[in-house]
C-alpha cells in the first residue's frame, strides 16, 4: 500500500522550503551562543574581588557583579585591623537586600541595627593586625532584575573608614 501524501521531493530533498531549515539552524544557534556565554560566566556568580586600604583599616570584598533570578550566592568581606577600631560595624547599603534575600551571616553579629534605610553589623573590638572575616549567604529574588551598586562601609562607631561600591546587574 503506497502513502500518497509523502512527496520525496519536498519531504527528502526539501525542494520549495528554502528558508525554513536556514531558520532552525539560526535559531538553534543563537541558543548555543547564549549558552556559551553562560559557560563563559556572561551571566554571573563568579565574584570578584577588591581591596581598599584606609588609614585604619583595610577592606576585601569578594561579591558577585552579575547574577541571575533564583541563584545562590556568597559575598565574603575581610577586614584588617592598622589601628584600633572600637566598635567595628560593617553598614550595609540597599543594593544588599532590595530583592536579595539574605539566607545567612557569619560570623553573626553581636549587634544588628538600621541606620537610615543601611543595616549595620557591629561586631568586637579589632586590635591592630587583628582580622575579621565575614560571609554572606544570600539568593536572587526570582522575579528581580536590572542594575543596582551594593555600598557597603566600613565604619568605627559612626565615624566612616572606608566605603567601597560594588556594581551588580541581576539577569532575568
Known sequence: MADDSVDVRHDR???GRGFEPWLR????????????????????QRPQASTLTGPKA????QAPQRLRG???????FKITARRDIKE???????????GLT?????P?????????????????????????????EGQVNPTTTGRRVQVTELDDGDRPLITHRNPLTIFP
Open 13 to 15: 530533498d526539501l525542494e
Open 102 to 106: 539574605i539566607n545567612t551571616i557569619e
Open 108 to 136: 553573626e553579629p553581636s549587634q544588628e541595627s538600621n541606620r537610615n534605610g543601611h543595616v549595620a553589623l557591629v561586631y568586637d573590638e579589632l586590635a591592630p593586625g587583628d582580622t575579621l572575616r565575614v560571609w554572606i
Open 88 to 98: 567595628p560595624q560593617l553598614v550595609l547599603g540597599p543594593g544588599w537586600f532590595d
Open 70 to 76: 533564583g541563584l545562590l550566592y556568597q559575598a565574603r
Open 25 to 44: 539552524r539560526a535559531l538553534l544557534a543563537i541558543v548555543l551562543v547564549l549558552v556559551v556565554i553562560a559557560l563563559l560566566n556572561g551571566f554571573g
Open 58 to 61: 583595610i577592606l576585601g570584598v
